[in-house]
């Protein structure tokens, strides 16, 4: 099961979160930035789906973490940036989290065109029109 193809599912169904979050605790992702940003969107996952409010908290900062560790690591990493935008456009605002949606819209936005993989080009546009179109960008 390939993580970019599912990781929307991992926020909807907790079977696939569960799977990818126990593919993620065996793996040495030491040397892979992007596995690094993908494993803290799992864990921002785990979060939606943990019924413990305190793991679920726990969860959520170990994932926003890693995310953000990612970032820093590949500022320009048009994939980790996307992949921020589409959580924070997502989770509840009231989780603090969204601070950067502006920021990486018009990054990726900006970059969009230098990407070799025209699905990847369709999927980020698709997005951000349904986020405008539902007044989430």
Known sequence: MDIRLNIGEVFKTESVCLRFQGLFE?????KD?????????VELGMARHDPNVFKKMSWFGDG???LEQSIKNDSE???LRFLRLTIQTHIPSFLGYNENKEKDKAFVLSHLEKSPSEAFRTQVRNFIKHAEEE???
């Open 135 to 137: 007044g989430k960008l």
């Open 77 to 79: 990493n048009i994939e």
């Open 33 to 41: 930035n992007l596995l690094l940003g993908y494993k803290g969107a």
């Open 26 to 30: 065996k793996a040495d992702i030491s």
């Open 64 to 66: 926003k973490e890693h």
